[in-house]
């Protein structure tokens, strides 16, 4: 059985959309799955709109806005499945997609989890869905945009991962949070994500721990999301997210490499992920579309 996992904060539209193209897939009626809502106290459409047009789905309506990663372990803990896939809200599911990802899993016992081909609105890869984990080298040529200028090197490439063949199952270090599927056996020897991260870096950590219990993660292409990219409920509060987005590198570092280093050195990583927060706020205030990470291109469309 597939756990669908999907949570949502002022997002009414794109949770319908994302619902729809679920159950729209003829080809997921093949597996038995359930899914589950978590409403982060939305004060749009959103649980009215789930009550009356999807009432197979399991509705969880917190209180308050729990934040992502609270929320959506909220859902894990609250669903039955074999394998438990959390989705964002702003996705839009290829036919064919979910019922690809059970397969592989079936078929590959040492994989802890894996992850969608995640696309743009324009259908381009966002290649943050095959990542290796963010090492102080891998981080200071992404910044640098050296994997642009070298996309084929596994040296300034190895954070997105850009040398691989992108229409090749491979094994990576991490897969996007958009679009992640863990067996529940992995759950009960890592455990649930992390609650110190608000909605940002989760994926990254829930990764390395399943890598580090000695599970592999997969990146599987014949599995296909749209994923719109921040619309979902991060712009609501842009500047407030922006903040939680570079807190999440502090946490992750602090967490798994601040060990391993001198703490000259970790000062200097912590000032620079301020610095480049600050300068992320300054621009988002000047710019009148609220980017919370990269711009993801193309827009949204009701029909996906």
Not at 87 to 116: K, R, S
Not at 145 to 155: D, E, G, M, R, W
């Amino acid at each position: 059985m597939l756990s669908i996992v999907i949570v949502n904060y002022n997002a009414s539209p794109y949770l319908e959309n994302c619902l729809r193209s679920i159950y729209s897939d003829s080809s997921v009626k093949t597996t038995t799955f359930e899914v589950i809502a978590v409403d982060n106290n939305s004060k749009d459409e959103s649980v009215k709109m789930v009550r009356e047009k999807f009432p197979d789905v399991r509705l969880i309506e917190n209180e308050r806005n729990e934040g992502f990663i609270r929320a959506n372990n909220k859902g894990i803990m609250a669903s039955k499945g074999t394998y438990i896939l959390s989705l964002n809200n702003d996705t839009f599911v290829l036919p064919g997609a979910l019922e690809n990802l059970v397969n592989f899993m079936d078929c590959h016992p040492e994989a802890g989890g894996c992850g969608a081909k995640v696309l743009n609105g324009d259908g381009s890869i966002q290649h943050q869905c095959k990542r290796g984990f963010p090492t102080l080298s891998s981080a200071f040529f992404y910044f640098l945009h050296l994997h642009q200028l070298f996309p084929k090197s596994k040296l300034f490439g190895r954070y997105l991962m850009t040398y691989l063949d992108p229409e090749k199952i491979s094994e990576v270090d991490s897969v996007s949070g958009s679009c992640l599927m863990v067996k529940r056996a992995v759950i009960k020897d890592v455990g649930i994500m992390d609650e110190d991260y608000t909605m940002y870096g989760d994926d990254l950590d829930w990764c390395y721990r399943i890598k580090k219990a000695g599970w592999k993660v997969y990146y599987v292409p014949d599995a296909e999301i749209i994923h719109y990219g921040g619309r979902g409920g991060s712009r609501v509060r842009p500047y407030r997210n922006i903040w939680e987005f570079h807190r999440s590198m502090i946490i992750f570092y602090k967490k798994h490499y601040a060990r391993n280093h001198m703490a000259l050195l970790s000062w200097c990583v912590y000032g620079g992920i301020l610095i480049k927060g600050v300068i992320d706020l300054a621009a988002n205030f000047l710019r009148k579309e609220k980017v919370v990470g990269s711009k993801k291109p193309a827009g949204f469309s009701s029909n996906h």
